[in-house]
């Protein structure tokens, strides 16, 4: 028996983790290489000891005289880890040369993971699928922790990383820090100063835990993790390209999202609702002859407004588009997005060949856009039946009358120019009247020479000038008759309180339905992404290398159209797919520590990174499925965690040396606020936000220089109701064309594509906005008011109480007495009582760094 | 390259590098000089600038360029692509030969289509001879400045598509401006203004989707300017409750607070960048209202380019500004004009707005020229599309993506010279044709940058400003006497 020497190894086990190769063999593979050959080969290697070699994947798979070394994604049930972590009788290697716990984690990993070994590097093929993100998740065990109290799983899986890297734990956070955190990260608003101060009185995890069901109860809450969910999904109220179209019930989608977060649907559900809730959920909806809408129609009906994720993406509105060529970027943008948002894949490349470095074939992708084949957008009305008979009897009683008027008034203004331009051309010679009376279109250059001195004149004519008194009596009594018919108008029906969206404009949404079987077209490859170019017809089907090459079948024979969308939806929501899980526990991290485990949250691929806790993943990814795919019980797990609840402000030396990016979360990330969130937490403060929720997206006003470029002035009409130009970011309009300048400015989502993670970039057009817009000043104008009515004129008490309201904490005394500084000499250069002062400091607190980061 | 600016906690400094840096950097000491206040510290290295000045991949003379977009497609056969046989034919039938299953416009069915030639004359210009139809004749003496070339084409006849291939080189959306990627490349030289400038003179078809950075970080977007007078750029001047000494007042005290802040949190980059945004908002707002400034140019010069002219005012304030704002070191600058999408009275339209453009665009060459600045400064003058040999409705002309002409000046680009040429009626391109991402490719390779090099990795690729194209490069042919 030979006994090895024992190499450090750590340090090579740390650089082969961390080495992030996007080709060859997963982390995890190496590193159980490297540890099988330096502890195991000597013996069962070209030895073969006990029949065992651990040479091949099949002759471990095969194993020795004790049987099978290796269960892949069974590390419980495999002898080779029994055997290294000396449970048994077994006890490898021989002697008191033993595994270190380290080691012996890279061991179960690999072999959780599929235990997969680089020869078998075939996708599609009958083995376990070689790349990680492509294999089923197998719920690894949790490690085994020192320390007294029970820890949180994701602390267990964290702390092993930290020691395995030899770094050091930030301690918690403070009280205000923390609540500040969650606060944000869970509503997008500052917390009330009250709730910090409690919370400081009393920061137990008690405490703790029961704010954080309270905010995760909080439709603020909804709002906040809505907003991610459409950034991923490429939400806009516009069309974009040259046209920008208005995409009138698009909000129904973004509300419904909210809703979703809110009322904390599953996510299975979630997903099966925006791919496929008409075909899961089949309802004819036919319109109730009553005020209610049953329950269950309801619920069919939320199901479906679902679908509207694929009718909010970009549209070439533009008038001779041929259908075929809009039908195909419809159908790749729906390719697209479905891989994007649910798989984690970028189906894109495979549009115009085969994927380079997924095992996605550009067959898979046309099969995916197949799926997609028989549907279409169509609009629906989400409202009973009473409701459009409302409409109608308005319309017969209020808005024929208004009709009949504009009819008079259009025939008077006619009358009157006809009158007034005979006159005009009895000033000219007939011949220039007669080239005049001819078809615009038809005159020669010189009759439109000799005619342009007359265009002129009766283009210049106004009416209203040339009206009899009696006339314009008449024409204005028309036009306040017409105001006053319109502004009469209801604005929602009768007895029940269900609003008409416009003037009469009934409730519908834009969703999902189906094309006639006889309509539906078939899908081709197109050679490299070119409609004139069309190869093989396709049939609807998963992607081979993730499903096993499962086929989709026709759900119904004759007439029907195939369900194949509920097909895709059922399939990316079973409890063992690789995928789904994994990408929406990887984003829902990704909101809460700023970093995904897999930082790439779009691509799972093999252009993309690899996990860092890969266990982690696949723990929770397992974990929350298990538990119902429940999202608050996934975020209170996160943020009960001591990971989370870390200080961001911890700096060490020796952990900056070895993890610079803070990868294995040796301490808490410090965000930038979101653009909406700023706009929210300016107005929070300000004491000016509306909590209004829902509906037609609202338009705060712009600047003259914000409206430049601007393609037409009614592409940005704003509120009417001052209210709603306080409302939360979520609902400001989103034009693809033109984004809120100050959404722009702070790197708000490009809905164009899906936008899984924001940019964060620190410019001077950001400083300028806080600066000297007026939105920024006039709510510090606001704030000072709410500061001088809490505590009067003193200006010691103002500073204090405006330090309170804006950073949720008492100013230093060094800052007190900089900020009194600086009220004297604003007070002493404007000579003004102290109001505007307190106003100007209010603006100085918006432009700090501590009020739009969060530690 | 895309981590640096995504906002995960930047790269730690040891504890001195981070002490070193704190509140004493460089941000910090400028502002307090600008605010005239005491500056103490001396200056140290701040944190890496996405917009810092980058070497190109090889030497090349053009260091900014200016873009003349004829925003709507300006026809080729009546301004740069002279067709005796279509005006002999005019009035006939689109031969047999000249239709194609593929030939998809807008309005017109190519079938039934009528021939129209143009209304204007071609005359040789220059020493070169090179024709230039009469709606230019300024723009005309430069002739021997120009390189006209007529064999461009693209993918789509529809507007927004076309601007959006002609704008980022794709035919999606999502993707970043010409000017993004020009930025991105060789970084801003203009300290004090934004570096990637727009104007225009009317609204701008697609609006922000032409110049936006797309999924390059946003610090590469270009920024839109009212060319008419008042504000320059939005958000540039304090409200007006805030005099100038209280705003002094507020960012001394704004830097101050923001220092303290970053003295515990020495390692974040990005708020000791954050202070640093402060000095350059400040230094933006003193410096662009003095570029804005028209009457700081003699009258002599203003004549010159049309300013006060109301024909030409417009287009001529943004000339003139862009020269001011290419003397600064700004980058790449956009000029829209509206609107050359001549659906019926065709000739009228273009004689409008060659009439609006023509003196402004010829008085800029010669003054960048007379400045020394012409060498190191490409100007590229392009429409999103051309226009049908045929009519359409009233003589009109409807959009066509087939075969067009854009011509190049300055940058090193050598004039005189018509490269490529379209079919005997203009319709398509069929001589060294030129795909718009060829068009961009060039456009790089002027400025010292290989388009293959110019790489962004987004959503699992290598993303690049000519897609998978550009393997055409006129650069060299260019550049060439």
Redesign the interface.
């Known amino acids: 028996m030979r006994i090895r020497i024992h190499r450090p190894f750590l340090p090579v086990l740390a650089a082969v983790l961390w080495a992030e190769s996007v080709f060859g063999q997963a982390p995890a593979e190496k590193a159980a290489r490297a540890l099988l050959a330096e502890n195991c080969l000597g013996c069962h290697g070209e030895l073969r000891m006990s029949g065992l070699d651990l040479r091949q994947r099949e002759t471990m798979l095969k194993g020795g005289q004790r049987g099978p070394a290796i269960v892949p994604g069974k590390p419980v049930e495999s002898l080779l880890l029994k055997a290294v972590e000396r449970t048994g009788d077994l006890k490898m290697p021989p002697g008191k040369q033993t595994l270190s716990v380290e080691q012996i984690g890279v061991l179960r990993s690999w072999i959780n993971q599929g235990a997969r070994w680089e020869n078998d590097n075939k996708d599609g093929g009958a083995g376990a699928p070689s790349w990680w993100s492509f294999r089923k998740p197998v719920r690894p065990a949790v490690p085994v922790t020192s320390g007294n109290r029970p820890k949180n799983p994701i602390d267990a899986f964290i702390e092993a990383k930290l020691r395995e890297k030899g770094l050091t734990a930030a301690p918690p956070a403070d009280p205000r820090t923390l609540i500040r955190r969650v606060y944000f990260d869970l509503t997008g608003l500052p917390p009330a100063i009250d709730e910090v101060e409690a919370f400081e009185k009393d920061p137990s995890q008690a405490a703790y835990e029961k704010l954080v069901d309270r905010l995760l109860e909080s439709p603020r809450y909804g709002e906040r993790y809505g907003k991610h969910w459409l950034d991923v999904v490429r939400y806009a109220d516009s069309g ?5 179209l208005y995409l009138r019930n698009a909000w129904r989608y973004r509300d419904y999202v909210i809703q979703s977060f809110h009322l904390d649907k599953p996510f299975d559900q979630f997903v099966q609702e925006q791919i496929a809730g008409d075909e899961i959920w089949p309802d004819d909806l036919a319109l109730e002859g009553s005020y209610d809408i049953p329950d269950e129609k309801r619920k069919h009906l939320t199901a479906w407004i679902g679908t509207g994720m694929y009718a909010v993406g ?1 549209e ?7 259908f075929k060529k809009a039908r195909a ?1 419809k159908l790749a943008d729906w390719a697209d997005i479905t891989g ?1 948002a649910f798989l984690g894949l ?1 189906f ?2 495979a549009r ?1 060949h085969d994927h ?3 095992p996605v074939t550009q067959k898979d992708y046309y099969r995916l856009q197949a799926i997609f084949g028989g549907s279409r957008e169509i609009e629906i009305p989400v409202t009973d039946k009473m409701q459009l008979r409302a409409r109608d009897i308005v319309f017969s009683t209020q808005m024929l009358p208004i009709l009949e008027l504009r009819t008079a008034y259009k025939l008077l203004v006619s009358d009157v120019t006809k009158r007034s331009a005979a006159a005009v051309k009895a000033r000219f010679p007939p011949h220039v009247v007669a080239a005049y009376e001819k078809d ?2 038809k005159r020669t250059a010189q009759e439109k020479a000799i005619t342009a001195p007359l265009v002129d004149a009766i283009q210049s004519i106004q009416v209203e000038k040339e009206m009899t008194p009696d006339e314009l009596r008449r024409h204005d009594d028309l036009l306040r008759q017409i105001a006053k018919g319109i502004v009469n108008l209801p604005t929602q029906t009768g007895d029940r309180p269900i609003p008409f969206d416009g003037l009469l404009d009934v409730a519908t949404a834009t969703v999902l339905g189906h094309f006639e079987r006889a309509l539906v077209r078939d899908v081709h490859v197109l050679d490299r992404g070119e409609l ?1 170019r069309p190869r093989d017809k396709v049939l609807p089907g998963l992607p081979a290398a993730l499903s096993q090459g499962r086929a989709l079948t026709p759900d119904c024979s004759g007439n029907c159209v195939p369900y194949y969308r509920k097909q895709l939806a059922l399939w990316l929501t079973e409890s063992d797919h690789p995928l789904t899980s994994r990408v929406i526990v990887n984003r829902v991290w990704f909101w809460h520590f ?2 995904g485990l897999v ?2 949250l ?2 799972f ?1 093999r ?2 990174q690899v996990p860092t806790h890969p266990e982690l993943l696949d723990w929770l990814a397992t974990d929350f499925v298990a538990g119902g795919w429940r999202m608050k019980r996934l975020h209170r797990m996160i943020l009960l965690s001591d990971a989370y609840q870390r200080s961001s ?1 911890f ?1 060490n ?1 020796a ?2 040396a070895k993890d ?3 990868r294995s979360l040796w301490r808490m ?4 606020l979101e653009a909406e969130a700023i706009w929210d937490a300016v107005h929070a403060v300000a004491g000016t936000l509306s909590l209004r929720m829902g509906g037609r997206p609202v338009v705060p006003p712009l ?4 409206r ?5 002035r009614n ?1 940005w009409v704003h509120a009417g109701d001052p209210e709603d130009q306080n409302r939360r970011g979520v609902y400001v309009l989103v034009r ?4 809120f ?1 100050l959404f ?2 702070f ?1 708000g989502a ?1 809905p ?2 899906s936008c899984p ?13 806080l ?4 939105v920024p ?1 006039q709510q510090a104008q606001h704030l000072a008011r709410r500061v001088a009515h809490e505590v009067g004129t003193n200006p010691a008490a103002r500073v204090e109480q405006a330090w309170r309201f804006a950073l949720q904490r008492m100013p230093s005394p ?2 007190k007495r ?2 009194l500084e ?1 009220l004297a ?2 007070e002493g ?2 000579g003004s009582a102290s109001q ?1 002062a307190l ?2 400091l209010c ?2 607190i918006f ?4 009020f739009i ?1 969060v ?1 | 390259m895309r981590s640096a600016f995504c906002g995960r906690v930047a790269p730690a400094l040891s504890r001195r590098e981070a002490i070193e840096k704190s509140g004493l950097g460089l941000g910090a000491m400028a502002l307090g000089q600008l605010l005239g206040l005491d500056a103490r510290a001396s200056a140290k290295a701040a944190p890496a600038d996405p917009l810092a000045p980058r070497r190109p991949h090889f030497s090349a003379k053009a260091k900014s360029v200016i873009l003349f977009f004829m925003q709507g497609g300006p026809s080729q056969v009546d301004t740069f692509d002279p067709k005796p046989a279509l005006s002999r034919l005019d009035g006939q039938s689109l031969p047999a030969s000249f239709r194609s299953e593929d030939l998809n416009l807008q309005f017109i069915k190519a079938g039934q289509a009528k021939l129209m030639g143009t209304r204007r004359s071609f005359r040789r210009h220059g020493q070169s001879g090179l024709e230039i139809s009469d709606l230019f004749p300024n723009l005309s003496r430069h002739a021997d400045g120009l390189a006209v070339i007529r064999s461009c084409f693209h993918d789509s006849f529809v507007h927004g598509p076309a601007l959006l291939l002609m704008n980022t080189g794709h035919i999606r959306m999502g993707f970043p401006s010409m000017g993004s990627w020009v930025l991105y490349g060789l970084g801003s030289e203009s300290s004090n203004l934004p570096s990637f400038i727009v104007m225009s003179d009317g609204g701008i078809r697609s609006s922000k989707s032409l110049f936006g950075s797309g999924f390059l970080p946003a610090v590469y977007q270009g920024t839109l300017l009212r060319a008419e007078g008042g504000t320059l750029i939005e958000n540039l001047n304090p409200p007006e409750q805030l005099s100038g000494q209280d705003q002094r007042l507020l960012l001394a005290k704004i830097n101050e607070w923001n220092r303290q802040h970053v003295e515990s949190r020495e390692d974040d980059s990005r708020l000791t960048a954050r202070i640093r945004s402060y000095e350059l908002a400040f230094r933006m707002q003193m410096e662009a209202p003095e570029v804005g400034n028209l009457s700081k140019e003699t009258e002599a010069v203003r004549r010159a380019y049309g300013v006060e002219d109301p024909k030409t005012a417009k287009f001529a304030r943004m000339c003139l500004l862009s020269r001011r704002m290419v003397e600064r070191g700004v980058r790449f600058i956009q000029l829209i004009n509206n609107d050359w999408d001549g659906h019926s009275e065709c000739d009228d339209n273009h004689v409008k707005n060659a009439a609006a453009t023509d003196v402004p665009i010829a008085a800029l060459i010669a003054d960048l020229r007379q400045r020394g600045l012409l060498d190191s400064t490409l100007l590229v003058w392009a429409g999103e599309f051309g226009r049908t040999p045929v009519m359409q409705g009233s003589m009109g002309r409807d959009h066509s993506p087939y075969g067009f002409s854009i011509w190049m000046a300055g940058g090193g680009v050598r004039g005189g010279k018509a490269i490529g040429a379209t079919d005997d009626l203009g319709f398509r391109a069929v001589e060294d044709k030129v795909h718009v991402n060829d068009i961009h490719g060039t456009i790089l390779a002027l400025l010292g940058m290989d388009h293959l090099k110019l790489t962004f990795h987004f959503q699992g690729r290598d993303f690049r400003l000519t897609d998978v194209g550009g393997h055409t490069n006129l650069a060299q042919r260019l550049v060439r006497a």
């Open positions: 974009g390209y040259e046209t920008d970009a070439v509105g533009e008038s001779n588009l041929d970027e994007a970028t894109g490349c115009c380079k470095f997924d615009a279109r004139d700023g970093q930082s790439t779009n691509d691929g252009q993309g402000r700096a030396d952990n900056a610079a990016g803070n990330n410090r965000r930038r600047s003259a220089e914000e430049t470029g601007l393609r037409s592409q693809r064309n033109s984004r300048p722009d400015i790197d490009d164009s594509v993670e924001r940019d964060v970039t620190t410019v001077a057009p950001q400083a300028l906005w600066m000297n817009n007026s000043f060094e800052e900089q900020a600086l000499s604003l250069l404007d505007p106003e100007k603006l100085a432009n700090l760094s501590e980061f530690d």
